[in-house]
C-alpha cells in the first residue's frame, strides 16, 4: 500500500497554519469558528467532493456558563439549608443534589435539564462522504473538531494527577452536603462544620471556573486544528484512491469544546445506524507519540471504554505496522468517543501524548503552530490510512474464537 501524496509534512503543515495563523480565535460559536467551517468546507470542494453538507445549530460559547450554573444550583442549598427552617433544609437538599447531579451529568456528557435555555448560539457541522468504488457494506466515520479551548488551568490542573481527585470530590461532596440537610430535618444532628467546608469547596471550584473564564482562547493548533489537518489530507487521499466497500463519512465538528453540541446535533438529525459502523475520532495528534485512548474521564464516576471492536480493529493494524509504536493509553481526556458510546456506537480516539502519558498543550496558550510536530502529523495521516484500509479490505468485525 503507497503512502499518499497528501500525506507530506508541507501539505499538512499548510492546512494547519491557516487554521491557526489566518483565522481569529476558534471559540466555540465564534466568528473563527465559523471561518474554519468555511474554510473547511472550500478545500473539500475543491477535492471535487460533491457531497459536502454544512449543518447550522444552536451551541454554547463557553464550558463556564453549563458549569457555572450547576455550580450556583448547588450554592443556592447552603443558605435555604441555615436560614430558612426546616422547609429550608428539605428544599435545600434537593438543591444541592441537583447541582451535584448536573456537575455529574456534564462530566458524563449527558444532557443537563437547562440545557436547552443555554443553547442559543449559531455554529454549525461540516459533512461530506465518499462512495467505495464497489458496494456499500460498511461505513467509516473520520471526527475531528473545529473549535479551540479557552485556556483552563482546572481542566488540566498544572498537576494532571489532581483532576479525577478533585473533581470527583466536587460531585460527592455537593451529593453529601445536601443528604446532610435533610438528616439534619430528620434528627437532632448538627452537620453545619461540614456543609461550611462544601460550601468553600464549592465556592473555590466556582472561583477558579470564573478565573478560566478570563483566559484567552488557545490557538488550538494540536487540539483540534491538527485533526482537521489530518482529516483533509485522508479525504485527499480517499478521493484519488476510493475504497472497496466502505462508504467514508468526514464530520468537522462544532462546539466540541462546550459539550459535544455539534455531534449531538449530527446525530439527531441523521440518526446514523449503528450496525456495521465505524466511529474514529482523532485528538490532539500534532505531537507525542500516537496512542489510542483505552480508558477516558476526568472523574472516577464518568470513566468510559471505547467500543471492544475499534480497539481490536486498531490492535491489529498496529500490529501490522509495528513501526507505529500505537497501543492503548489510559488518559485524562474528554471527548467525542464519550458522546458515541453513550449513544450505542462502535467508536475509539487516537490521540497524541507525551512521556509522561499526558496530553502536549491541552487546553493551554503554549498550543501552538510553532509547537506542532510535522513528523507526527504524518504519522497519524498514515497510521489512519492503514487502518481505514484494513477496515476496508480485511478486517472482520466478529469476535474471534477464544
Not at 20 to 32: A, E, F, I, V
Not at 92 to 103: E, K, P, Q, T, Y
Request: some cysteine.
Amino acid at each position: 500500500m503507497s503512502v499518499p501524496t497528501a500525506f507530506s509534512p508541507s501539505k499538512l503543515m499548510a492546512r494547519l497554519r491557516h487554521l491557526c495563523k489566518d483565522l481569529p480565535p476558534r471559540q466555540p460559536t465564534s466568528d473563527g469558528e465559523r471561518q474554519a467551517a468555511e474554510y473547511v468546507r472550500g478545500a473539500l470542494v475543491d477535492l471535487g467532493i460533491r457531497d459536502v453538507v454544512v449543518q447550522p445549530f444552536k451551541g454554547i460559547s463557553t464550558l463556564g456558563l453549563p458549569g457555572g450554573i450547576a455550580a450556583l444550583i448547588a450554592l443556592a442549598g447552603f443558605p435555604l439549608g441555615w436560614f430558612a427552617g426546616e422547609a429550608g433544609k428539605w428544599l435545600g437538599g434537593i438543591l444541592l443534589i441537583v447541582g451535584a447531579h448536573s456537575i455529574f451529568r456534564l462530566y458524563a456528557l449527558i444532557p443537563v435539564f437547562y440545557k436547552k435555555w443555554i443553547e442559543t448560539r449559531p455554529s454549525q457541522n461540516i459533512i461530506a462522504s465518499i462512495q467505495p468504488s464497489g458496494e456499500i457494506r460498511q461505513r467509516l466515520y473520520l471526527l475531528g473538531h473545529l473549535d479551540a479551548q479557552k485556556q483552563r488551568f482546572l481542566m488540566p490542573p498544572d498537576n494532571p494527577a489532581l483532576m479525577k481527585p478533585s473533581q470527583t470530590a466536587v460531585i460527592v461532596v455537593a451529593w453529601l452536603a445536601g443528604i446532610s440537610l435533610w438528616l439534619e430535618a430528620l434528627t437532632p444532628w448538627n452537620l453545619f462544620w461540614f456543609q461550611a467546608l462544601a460550601a468553600l469547596l464549592l465556592l473555590g471550584t466556582l472561583f477558579l471556573l470564573l478565573a478560566d473564564e478570563r483566559q484567552p482562547t488557545v490557538e488550538g493548533a494540536n487540539d483540534n486544528a491538527s485533526a482537521v489537518a489530518v482529516l483533509l489530507s485522508v479525504a485527499e487521499a480517499i478521493q484519488a484512491q476510493p475504497l472497496e466497500k466502505t462508504e467514508v463519512h468526514f464530520l468537522f465538528t462544532g462546539c466540541e469544546e462546550v459539550g459535544h453540541q455539534g455531534l449531538q446535533a449530527y446525530l439527531r438529525e441523521y440518526q446514523p445506524q449503528a450496525a456495521s459502523a465505524y466511529w474514529l475520532d482523532l485528538e490532539l495528534v500534532g505531537c507525542g507519540q500516537l496512542a489510542y485512548a483505552s480508558r477516558h474521564g476526568v472523574t472516577y464516576l464518568t470513566t468510559y471504554r471505547p467500543s471492544p471492536v475499534m480497539v481490536r480493529l486498531v490492535e491489529e493494524t498496529a500490529a501490522a505496522h509495528p513501526e507505529s509504536g500505537v497501543a492503548g493509553r489510559d488518559m485524562l481526556v474528554f471527548e467525542e468517543v464519550g458522546t458515541l458510546r453513550l449513544s450505542g456506537y462502535d467508536a475509539i480516539c487516537l490521540v497524541g501524548v507525551d512521556e509522561k502519558g499526558q496530553l502536549p498543550h491541552w487546553h493551554r496558550i503554549t498550543d501552538t503552530l510553532e509547537n506542532i510536530d510535522p513528523a507526527a502529523l504524518q504519522r497519524t495521516a498514515q497510521f489512519t490510512w492503514a487502518v481505514i484500509h484494513h477496515l476496508d479490505r480485511r478486517f472482520d468485525p466478529r469476535p474471534t474464537d477464544a
